[in-house]
């Protein structure tokens, strides 16, 4: 079972490692985009989980260039690492959704720079004209593009609640797309929807098996102050996982994925400014130890023949 530079799943540190032959860092910048969830074109108000900027709130400043906000970044890990390759991920809000001569100079700036190995870039599948896959192919051709879509779940029900914007159906026909393409795509899902069981979470994830996708992002559900979630927590409280709550799902998920689907996160940290709960995440580090221990020390994977 221990595979994967002896963890116990399919993390992206290993993947990295393994193709580059080096580990490469992630640097987030911010293109200064906007939503069509949040300026009428899908919804107004955005996600009801999104923070005001909108989930890139680890993201670069918008006020400098995207070669200046590289700069910045390694800047940063260098102070900490040697450091010699990078991922340039366009993170706040919706990363294609804008002029598309606009989107091509920014990417462009991003792969141009001789140490970002992987241009990556989060989005909504409501947001992939033709014109903009056009571009991300071409891209693709210079360096390795991947593409992040916020699925979160596959139940309806869920999804309009949480004002996600778009039916499953466009979430299929992007991911059809982007393959076509030959780009790498990466879907999120957030744990914990407030009224999702535990099959319904691993509905999602068996859906996702079938699907022509090569990673995953397990993340928490966060309540941030100043977002809609956060009012309705206030109003109506709903259930939020202790720490072994979560461990237990995220084993339950792991266990399940398919092993060439690589782990791009399993948990998360809102910033500690805003963070309602739950408050455990913001120990980022302990959570990550403590789900090691719990996966080594549980045989989460008996009965799974694809982990023998």
């Known amino acids: 079972m221990d595979r994967w530079d002896g963890r116990r799943y399919h993390?992206?540190?290993?993947?990295?490692?393994?193709?580059?032959?080096?580990?490469v860092y992630k640097i987030t910048l911010n293109?200064?985009?906007?939503?069509?969830?949040r300026d009428g074109t899908a919804g107004n108000g955005g996600c009801i989980f999104c923070s005001a900027k909108?989930?890139?709130?680890?993201a670069g400043n918008a006020a400098l260039?995207?070669?200046?906000?590289?700069?910045?970044?390694?800047?940063?890990?260098?102070?900490?690492?040697?450091?010699?390759?990078?991922?340039?991920?366009?993170?706040?809000?919706?990363?294609?959704?804008g002029p598309v001569e606009y989107l091509e100079r920014i990417f462009t700036e991003a792969v141009?720079?001789?140490?970002?190995?992987?241009?990556?870039?989060a989005t909504r599948p409501?947001?992939?004209?033709?014109?903009?896959?056009?571009?991300?192919?071409?891209?693709?051709?210079?360096?390795?593009?991947?593409?992040?879509?916020?699925?979160?779940?596959?139940?309806?029900?869920?999804?309009?609640?949480?004002?996600?914007?778009?039916?499953?159906?466009?979430?299929?026909?992007?991911?059809?797309?982007l393959r076509?393409?030959?780009?790498?795509?990466?879907?999120h899902v957030i744990l914990f929807l407030p009224g999702e069981t535990e099959e319904m979470m691993l509905e999602t994830i068996d859906y996702l098996n079938?699907?022509?996708?090569?990673?995953?992002?397990?993340?928490?559900?966060?309540?941030?102050?100043?977002?809609?979630?956060?009012?309705?927590?206030?109003?109506?409280?709903?259930f939020v996982p202790d720490l072994e709550a979560y461990l237990r799902m995220l084993g339950m998920c792991i266990a399940r994925l398919r092993p060439d689907l690589v782990i791009h996160r399993l948990t998360g940290d809102g910033p500690k400014e805003l963070l309602i709960a739950p408050l455990w995440t913001g120990a980022k580090r302990t959570v990550l130890n403590r789900l090691h221990q719990y996966l080594k020390g549980n045989d989460i994977w008996q009965g799974k023949e694809y982990y023998g």
């Open 210 to 238: 079938r699907c022509d996708i090569q990673g995953i992002k397990l993340q928490l559900l966060h309540i941030l102050k100043g977002t809609d979630l956060a009012q309705i927590y206030a109003e109506t409280p709903f």
């Open 54 to 58: 909108g989930s890139g709130d680890f």
């Open 11 to 23: 993390s992206l540190d290993f993947e990295l490692k393994h193709t580059f032959g080096e580990k």
């Open 126 to 177: 409501d947001c992939l004209g033709e014109d903009v896959l056009r571009l991300l192919s071409r891209l693709n051709q210079i360096k390795p593009v991947w593409v992040e879509l916020g699925l979160q779940t596959i139940h309806p029900e869920t999804a309009r609640f949480i004002r996600r914007g778009y039916e499953r159906s466009v979430f299929d026909e992007a991911v059809k797309n």
């Open 65 to 97: 260039s995207v070669t200046e906000q590289l700069r910045a970044g390694k800047e940063q890990l260098l102070s900490k690492r040697p450091v010699h390759s990078y991922i340039a991920y366009f993170q706040a809000f919706t990363n294609t959704y």
């Open 31 to 37: 293109g200064g985009m906007t939503c069509p969830n």
């Open 180 to 187: 076509r393409i030959g780009i790498t795509v990466i879907v």
């Open 112 to 121: 141009q720079d001789p140490e970002v190995k992987v241009l990556s870039i």
